[in-house]
């Protein structure tokens, strides 16, 4: 089996594991790898998983999910997100980002953008 | 003109016994398997002779349907010899068919099958028990994923390294 796959593997039962110890190990190691493929692969788990804490990570956290760094992961998130069947946990939290006061201006820009987004494909 | 004296017939109508037999010289009879033969096929010594001496330019030509009869119902002759000839052939097929049969019957049943169940058993579960499929990952505990997660991605780093 080649060494992506199995990455893919773990990659999809930390998003399936009912444990909340998942969300930690798929930030910790998932978002903060050098790889952008292992980036994106983690970020489609936490949208997956679509819970509040996995959706904080993908939506507020600088450097993560919809703002990576690299336009790839980033736009891959949004569509991610955009594909969600149900949207209610995720325009909440973008609400939330949007509001927050000491939140970075470009973050709150990134999440305005994706709500409208999200507005306008609904 | 009238219709009614044209002198000859726009139909031709079957003969009857009488006028065949009259038609044809053929003593065994002018029906060979059904068909009837609508030339003689036996040169009478009558017509032979005044072939000889006749200067008639289509004596030849009556001469010659005489020869396609006869190639016609010779053809019927060969036709039957080389359908028996298949048919025999056919024949043989079936019985080698039917022997090959019975003797691979025969070795059946004289033969033992055995079946290494623990030999097939341990190549199943060798293709089938991985253990980066995705439902053995679920059964294992967070901490044991986050350790395979960090080697896989130390590997492909390697990897990517390598190429």
């Known amino acids: 089996m080649k060494t992506i796959n199995k ?8 998003s399936r594991h009912e444990d909340p110890k998942s969300i930690s190990v798929l930030e910790e190691i998932g978002t903060n790898s050098e790889i952008d493929e292992i980036r994106e692969k983690t970020a489609h788990a936490l949208i997956k998983k679509n819970t509040p804490d996995s959706l904080k990570i993908v939506v507020a956290k600088s450097g993560k999910g919809i703002n990576d760094l690299s336009a790839r992961v980033a736009m891959s ?3 991610e997100i955009l594909s969600l069947n149900d949207k209610t946990e995720v325009l909440k939290i973008l609400e939330e980002t949007m509001n927050t006061e000491d939140q970075k201006q470009d973050i709150k820009d990134t999440a305005r953008s994706v709500k409208a987004l999200i507005t306008y494909s609904m | 003109m009238k219709i009614t004296n044209t002198n000859f017939s726009l139909f031709n109508k079957p003969l009857s016994k009488e006028e065949r037999q009259e038609v044809h010289s053929n003593p065994f009879g002018i029906n060979f398997k059904g068909n009837v033969l609508t030339s003689d096929v036996f040169e009478s010594s009558k017509t032979k002779e005044s072939n000889n001496t006749s ?11 005489k020869m396609v009869a006869s190639a016609f119902v010779g053809g019927i002759n060969s036709f039957n010899e080389a359908f028996r000839s298949r048919l025999n052939s056919i024949i043989s097929f079936g019985r080698q068919v039917k022997d090959s049969i019975a003797s691979s019957w025969e070795k059946a049943k004289n033969t033992e099958i055995t079946l290494d169940f623990r030999t097939l058993a341990d190549s199943i579960s060798s293709k089938f ?3 980066y499929s995705v439902n053995n990952l679920l059964k294992q505990p967070v901490d044991d994923l986050s350790t395979m997660l960090k080697t896989c991605e130390a590997d492909y780093k390697n990897e990517i390294v390598k190429a």
């Open chain 1, 77 to 79: 998130s949004i569509n």
């Open chain 2, 55 to 65: 200067t008639n330019p289509f004596a030849a030509v009556s001469g010659k349907s």
């Open chain 1, 7 to 14: 990455i893919d593997n773990i990659i999809e039962a930390l």
């Open chain 2, 129 to 131: 028990n991985n253990q």
